[in-house]
């Protein structure tokens, strides 16, 4: 089956950028799409179809797919952007979620 | 605006079933796929089903296969997912999600979830 692999946890120091990849066998042939959940919320979608955002979703995330590695960028960081990211792709008429990773802003 | 209200959540024994009910508004809920995603305690988004707007397309993890029924009410604005022979590894906060297609595309609005806890 497909698996996508993300770090546990990422830090950024505040106003920098963050990367959170998501990588996967030859996943720059799928559809990837990005899900931030703060603590004690529901999933919130941020990036969907590799680099398109959601009206709402400030200019500051974007995202990008290619080869083996989708990644979620956050430009400016800032403290709110703390929470967990996920990852997610169709495979074979299935779903598939990343692990999951943790941002911290420091 | 677009609402998902889950409910039918609780306390339930091993081997037992339960039933979770998704109410939709705010959009013409036979328009779209929806899909159930399941989180345990401290874990990753897990997905459970998922059902396309005529319900000709159903699919369901490997987890869940042969004892969970995910079913819809287009007149009723209502999803559902009847589990059955539930385990502790069931235990998990159950979201109802919205697809931005009629098929499988991705899931741009969710619910606030259901608590379904398995235990004896």
């Known amino acids: 089956s497909y698996t996508l692999t993300q770090p546990l946890s990422v830090s950024v120091a505040l106003g920098q950028t963050a990367r959170i990849t998501c990588g996967g066998n030859n996943i720059g042939s799928k559809n990837v799409h990005w899900y931030q959940q703060k603590s004690g919320q529901a999933p919130v979608l941020v990036i969907y179809?590799?680099?398109y955002r959601p009206s709402g979703i400030p200019e500051r995330f974007s995202g990008s797919n290619s080869g083996n590695t989708a990644t979620l960028t956050i430009s400016r960081a800032q403290a709110g952007d703390e929470a967990d990211y996920h990852c997610h792709v169709w495979d074979s008429d299935t779903v598939v979620f990343g692990g999951g990773t943790k941002l911290t802003v420091l | 605006e677009v609402h998902l209200v889950e409910s039918g959540g609780g306390l339930v024994q091993p081997g037992r079933s339960l039933r979770l009910s998704c109410a939709a508004s705010g959009f013409s809920f036979g328009d779209y796929a929806m899909h159930w995603v399941r989180q345990g305690p401290g874990k990753g988004l897990e997905w459970v089903s998922s059902?396309?707007?005529?319900?000709?397309?159903?699919g369901y993890a490997d987890s869940v296969k042969g004892r969970f029924t995910v079913s819809r009410d287009n007149a009723e604005n209502s999803l559902y997912l009847q589990m059955s022979s539930l385990r502790p590894d069931d235990t998990a906060l159950y979201y109802c999600?919205?697809?931005?297609?009629?098929?499988?595309?991705?899931?741009?609005?969710w619910g606030q979830g259901a608590l379904v806890t398995v235990s004896s």
């Open positions: 179809r590799d680099i």
């Open positions: 059902i396309s707007w005529n319900s000709d397309y159903i």
């Open positions: 999600a919205k697809d931005a297609s009629t098929d499988y595309a991705y899931f741009d609005f």
